[in-house]
């Protein structure tokens, strides 16, 4: 299988079992592209017709079509699935990452926020030392062989717990030296709790802190607001410059989300850049169908281009030593996700639970507060058994969908929460966010083409 497209003047061949590029000239990119429907005279016959005034030659489609079939000889072109046997399938008996909800509670009201301004569709709650202790625990004896660990810190909002934050990372530490493990610690917030002593213990102790802002004012402060009704981009931007100062270079995100309403999103990815965010990812909503807010078929177009317009303008910053990392577009060619990671996706449900305030166990913070995904407590371990096989058994191959789509083997079948709110199953497929994954995968390797061809 392979997959083809044009994009800011190259002619881009995926070849999807083996992973191998191919960045071509127009003849090449004519003859692989119909290399399966004609016979070689034939192909050869079209070609000539089809290049001839442009001085293309016999001797030029023979000399190509010889190097077309060099590469499917050496299994990089037209390369069949490899998979054989395999069968994949998730460990149900380890753990390596929980997801702590700290705080089912929010000081901002996030009009589109999915865990109900951080209720989750429940009571406020903080989760208590004890209960996050015995999260801990739990993941130090489920967690097998494996030495790193990592736990998010999340909610609602995390700050409005940040003392019992700090008692389970110093509680984590001491259980290092126990265990022989290494914990690696991510913090998201929406920055209005942000004082000098929080980001210089953040920036001690967080490997990774996502920080919340939707970009220009005018869009953040739409959405974004506090329970007095006011915007809340004046009150976090500030903070969040002087963290990042502070990080010294440490990992975070800036974290946006767009919607129907600035699917200009660029525009706003360029402003945080402007504010002096290089770190930076901007998800698409994900909500009901209906809401005023949700993305629409007719955004499509506007977002693909946007998504190329950001390849471009991410390429030309990098030229001029002022380069982007944005999270959609971080693909490594060479050294890739082993084959069972890239089949078995993120490890939700399996390897990766949520936990809540009151200590029950989720395959992962989306399905948090739909009791029919309950899988225990951190008292009891994982107890709801057919959960948890389901979720093992939910791969790649599980989606019949996805066996003919040439990105699968970079999305792993997509998100299962996404799935499940849209299809009502874990093995279904929410198209739109395909979509929207296949054109970011083509622009993370159209940059990857245009830095291999500016060496």
């Known amino acids: 299988m392979i997959h083809a497209y044009k994009q800011n003047g190259y002619n881009i061949i995926l070849d999807v079992h083996s992973g191998s590029i191919h960045a071509v000239d127009c003849l090449a990119y004519y003859l692989i592209t119909n290399y399966e429907g004609l016979d070689r005279a034939t192909l050869a016959k079209s070609a000539l017709v089809e290049f001839g005034d442009d001085g293309i030659s016999q001797a030029d489609i023979d000399e190509t079509l010889e190097d077309i079939e060099a590469l499917i000889g050496a299994k990089k072109l037209f390369s069949k699935s490899g998979y054989g046997a395999f069968v994949p399938k998730r460990s149900t008996d380890v753990v390596k990452a929980l997801c702590l909800h700290i705080s089912h509670s929010c000081n901002l009201n996030c009009a589109y926020c999915f865990a109900s301004q951080g209720k989750y569709n429940g009571e406020r709650a903080l989760m208590s030392f ?51 493990k290494v914990f690696r610690f991510t913090l998201t917030t929406n920055g209005v709790l942000l004082n000098d002593e929080t980001m210089d213990y953040l920036n001690q102790e967080m490997n990774n802190v996502v920080l919340s802002l939707d970009g220009r004012r005018e869009v953040n402060d739409r959405l974004r607001r506090t329970y007095t009704d006011e915007g809340s981009y004046d009150i976090i931007v500030p903070k969040f410059q002087e963290f990042v100062r502070r990080r010294g270079g440490k990992g975070y995100y800036m974290r946006g989300t767009f919607t129907h309403f600035n699917t200009d999103f660029l525009t706003d990815i360029k402003h945080m850049a402007d504010l002096g965010f290089t770190e930076l990812s901007m998800e698409p909503v994900v909500g009901p169908s209906d809401s005023p807010d949700a993305l629409t078929t007719e955004d499509l177009p506007v977002l693909f ?9 991410m390429l030309e910053r990098k030229r001029r030593g002022e380069p982007l990392t944005f999270y959609h577009y971080m693909i490594d060619l060479s050294h890739g996700p082993c084959l069972h990671k890239r ?28 009791e029919d995904f309950k899988m225990g407590t951190v008292d009891d371990g994982v107890t709801n058994k057919e959960l948890l096989n389901e979720f093992a058994g939910s791969t790649l191959f599980s989606k019949s969908e996805c066996q003919g789509c040439w990105a699968q083997l970079y999305c792993s079948g997509g ?5 499940y709110n849209t299809t ?14 296949k054109k970011r995968i083509e622009c993370a390797i159209m940059m990857q083409v245009a830095d291999a061809n500016a060496k």
Not at 415 to 419: F, G, K, L, R
Not at 424 to 437: D, K, P, R
């Open 130 to 180: 004890e209960v996050g202790k015995k999260a801990l625990d739990f993941l130090l004896e489920n967690s097998g062989t494996r030495r790193n660990l990592e736990v998010d810190f999340f909610g609602g909002e995390p700050l409005m717990n940040m003392q019992v934050v700090k008692q389970l990372v110093s509680y984590a530490r001491e259980q290092e030296k126990i265990y022989d």
């Open 305 to 313: 281009d946007q998504y190329e317009h950001l390849a471009l303008e």
């Open 343 to 370: 089949v078995a996706g993120c490890g939700s449900g399996t390897e990766y639970l949520s936990v809540t305030p009151w200590g029950d166990l989720y395959p992962c913070h989306q399905f948090v507060g739909n």
């Open 415 to 419: 998100c299962a929460a996404n799935s």
């Open 424 to 437: 009502g199953s874990i093995n279904g497929i929410y198209e739109y966010g395909c979509e929207l994954f």
